[in-house]
């Protein structure tokens, strides 16, 4: 008997453990699976951050390595150099000239890819190929078009009689020069993203409009726009992030790679390098990536809020036209 | 009865592997240079031109078990960065990698971090100087030397000809002078004549033969930065770009245009360290003209000059050092020389016959080798290069191209250089 009562008691306890195995199964497994990528992240993202945090508050050399604890000394330094502010400048310069018109190119390119054309395939693959080409190699491919008096473009200007462009002197030229670069890298990519976001959208809309009697242009403002809406927050958003961190364009833009005796063109990203491979002063160097950490975050954000309203607002709008 | 649903176990283990699939992928430590028959591959990291490439073929065939590969980079910044991020990361670096005497300084505060490449074979095998430079306190030598920069002036006696000037080598060596005024005199003469070529390419390249010149420019023996106050680098700065203002062709040193213009006749003269000459015939190929004059302004003067280092990185250390011994030895260097001009630090080298009787076609078959022996023996100074030369001399190289490009008037450029070099500190 009481060896059957034993016997018994354990199964239950048996049964308990499983069934709190078979819980810990339903609500750990997820994050397990999920874990892989939080580790990378962790290794591979957040550590980074954090060291470089840690490294900007210390004399730190490249080679040398960790110094003494200067505290926000680094930031305080970099902040009143004004290759700093230049850089910022230029950042945003050619961030604004590159993602602009490389949205709404992309856009274009996109609806007319989204069209029935002859060798659909061909075209929608021949956009992707600037993106395959290395940055290094389209930098030197322009470098050859941009030369300030040897260069292609400006050989046909002074056929047309037009003075020369010093690129690689004055600063728009060199920062459209740059733009023109990041833009023939990244439209094609771009509008590939868009496209797929065109290719979901249904077809019945399109066909009930132009019942309506609306044309094409109509249909495209109306209807594709609207719906392309959260693609187009998600391309302004890593394109903000892509433009502010730009690198391998400036830095081949010249041999010398410091962004121009003035700095005409030297970015945050190129400053970073400056500081700390051509100086060597890891701290310093480490504080202004923070301090690109900081805009962008900020940055980000505010893109985030104002392209979200804008959404919202027109969703609500197509809502309410179409219960009515 | 079951302990664990089957999924559990599938998840751990599946979790397991991942992580360690992340773990080995970034340890993947074999060793890429060595195979297992003994097979070494080396790998040397130059820039410009060290004139290696047949050498290394020659060395190949002799030692059928060494494969090199070789890296050049364009420009001797870019060699520097990329030595320093690698000595910086622990790993990446070549089995041999040349470095110049401009940045050698800077990399001799780390000399633990090179191997030391002291041996009775290579004892006496250079000239003082050179040698000197590349020991550190510890008396561990880290480089070999490989060429030097004895400077001379590089002229394009067709364009000469044009603006009514004497071509031949040795009136055009009379007509320069020895001295940086009769220099941008002969230059006034030449603008003057209307050929509408500039005399020289740039400000820049003119500064580094001035500075060369000077004993301490940017630093006391100590290592004091004395830059922006010492009253000579100023004075030279200012009549750099007084001559730049009417005779230089404002072409900015290995920029893509200064590449270009060697096809477009750019400028009719420019200072030629030894290396120089394979550069020039390089860009220009095919441009008839140029030759070379046995003189320099402001006395003898010498510009750059490399050396082989093999960093502790090197999984070959033994092997790479027997291959830099191999290519700094005389006879490998006057090979260097005869096909890229770079002149040889070795003292054997320097008195060969091969090297005096040395002709190079593309200059018109100037006696290049018995010039720039005249020129390394006309060299009085040598200049003191500190922890901090290459980034000031660059900030300076800066300050130069803002006011040939325009952007600056000298006193404001001069003003920033003097922030920039405070900023490095």
């Not at chain 2, 550190?136 to 060429?147: K, S």
Request: charged share 20%.
């Amino acid at each position: 008997m009481t060896v059957a009562i034993k016997a018994d008691a354990r199964s239950i306890r048996r049964i308990a453990i499983s069934h709190r195995l078979s819980r810990w199964d339903v609500r750990l497994s997820p994050y397990l699976y999920i874990s892989p990528f939080f580790v990378l992240f962790g290794l591979v993202g957040l550590f980074p951050l954090l060291y470089t945090a840690w490294v900007s508050v210390h004399d730190w050399n490249l080679i040398g390595g960790q110094g003494d604890f200067v505290g926000v000394d680094n930031y305080v330094t970099v902040l009143s150099q004004p290759y700093f502010w230049t850089s910022l400048r230029n950042t945003f310069s050619i961030f604004l000239l590159s993602s602009v018109p490389q949205v709404l190119l992309a856009i274009g390119i996109a609806a007319f890819l989204d069209y029935n054309l002859r060798a659909k395939t061909l075209w929608r693959m021949g956009v992707l190929l600037p993106y395959v080409v290395a940055p290094v190699a389209v930098a030197l491919i322009f470098s050859n078009m941009f030369g300030d008096r040897f260069g292609l473009i400006n050989e046909i200007l002074g056929g047309l009689g037009i003075d020369p462009i010093r690129w690689h002197v004055d600063i728009i030229p060199s920062h459209l020069a740059i733009a023109t670069m990041v833009n023939f890298r990244w439209t094609g990519y771009n509008a590939l993203i868009f496209l797929a976001a065109m290719q979901a959208v249904p077809r019945d809309y399109y066909e009930a409009a132009i019942i309506d009697g609306a044309n094409r242009l109509r249909t495209f403002w109306s209807i594709t726009i609207p719906l392309l809406r959260p693609v187009i927050i998600f391309v302004i958003i890593t394109s903000t992030i892509g433009g502010l961190q730009i690198f391998d364009e400036p830095r081949m833009f010249d041999t010398a790679g410091q962004g121009g005796a003035n700095r005409q063109w030297q970015t945050l990203t190129l400053y970073i390098y400056e500081l700390g491979w051509g100086q060597r002063n890891f701290g310093r160097a480490s504080a202004v990536a923070w301090l690109l950490f900081l805009i962008i975050l900020v940055i980000a954000v505010l893109n985030f809020v104002i392209t979200r309203r804008i959404a919202g607002s027109t969703e609500r709008r197509i809502r309410t036209k179409g219960t009515r | 009865m079951k302990r664990f649903p089957r999924t559990t176990v599938a998840a751990a283990i599946a979790g397991a592997a991942s992580i360690a699939l992340i773990a080995t992928g970034c340890s993947a430590g074999t060793d890429p240079g060595k195979t297992y028959d003994g097979k070494v591959t080396l790998t040397v990291a130059t820039f410009n031109e060290f004139g290696y490439d047949d050498l290394f073929g020659q060395y190949e065939d002799a030692n059928p078990n060494v494969t090199i590969k070789h890296k050049k980079a364009a420009t001797s910044n870019e060699a520097r960065d990329n030595l320093t991020t690698r000595l910086a990361a622990g790993s990446g670096l070549s089995d041999i990698e040349a470095i110049e005497v401009d940045w050698l300084p800077e990399l001799l505060q780390y000399s633990d971090q090179f191997v030391d490449l002291a041996s009775a074979d290579v004892a006496g095998r250079w000239l003082d100087w050179k040698e000197k430079a590349a020991t550190d306190a510890d008396g561990r030598l880290i480089g070999y030397g490989t060429d030097i920069g004895p400077e001379s002036v590089c002229y394009r006696s067709d364009l000469f000809a044009a603006a009514g000037l004497p071509t031949d080598r040795a009136e055009v060596a009379k007509m320069l002078g020895t001295s940086w005024e009769s220099y941008y005199a002969a230059g006034a003469k030449f603008d003057a004549a209307g050929t509408d070529v500039p005399w020289f390419d740039s400000a820049g390249a003119t500064w580094q033969g001035v500075v060369n010149q000077m004993p301490n420019a940017y630093e006391k023996a100590d290592g004091t930065i004395i830059a922006t106050k010492n009253p000579e680098v100023k004075e030279a700065y200012t009549s750099v770009l007084e001559a730049s203002g009417s005779l230089s062709a404002h072409l900015s040193q290995w920029s893509d245009d200064w590449t270009a213009s060697f096809q477009n006749d750019g400028f009719a003269t420019m200072l030629c360290p030894g290396w120089m000459l394979g550069v020039i015939s390089g860009n220009a190929e095919g441009v008839t003209g140029w030759d070379v004059a046995d003189t320099f302004p402001g006395g003898g003067g010498n510009w750059g000059g490399s050396y082989l280092t093999v960093p502790n990185q090197s999984k070959h250390q033994e092997e790479a050092q027997k291959l830099a011994a191999w290519l700094t030895a005389p006879e490998q260097q006057l090979q260097a020389f005869a096909s890229k001009g770079t002149f040889p630090s070795q003292r054997a080298a320097l008195e060969s016959d091969e090297l005096l009787g040395a002709t190079n076609e593309f200059f018109n078959n100037a006696p290049t080798g018995q010039i720039l022996a005249n020129r390394a023996a006309a060299v009085e100074v040598t200049p003191f290069k500190g922890a901090h030369y290459f980034a000031i001399n660059d900030a300076m190289q800066q300050a130069l191209t803002r006011v040939e490009d325009g952007l600056m008037t000298p006193d404001k450029s001069w003003e920033q250089f003097v922030a920039d070099v405070k900023a490095l500190g």
